[in-house]
């Protein structure tokens, strides 16, 4: 009965969600502000340069959309 509920435990743990990369982020750019902030804020260190990495390439990704669209 333990060792089942053991493994039961260790499933869930293993489920988890997987932390966020930068293209991620990137295409979520919204989320990317979010979390960036709430590291800003001190309220989280997990996904922090994840989020600034994918925060930075949306908004270079938007500027280059720009200029194309100038041309």
């Not at 493994?7 to 982020?25: I, K, N, S, Y």
């Amino acid at each position: 009965m333990r060792r089942s509920a053991l493994l039961v435990a260790l499933g869930l743990v293993g489920c988890g969600t997987p932390e966020r990369t930068a293209e991620d982020f990137a295409a979520d750019p919204d989320a990317a502000e979010a979390v960036v902030a709430a590291c800003d804020a001190g309220r989280t260190q997990t996904e922090c340069d994840a989020a600034r990495r994918g925060l930075a390439e949306a908004r270079r990704d938007a500027r280059m959309r720009a200029y194309v669209q100038a041309f």
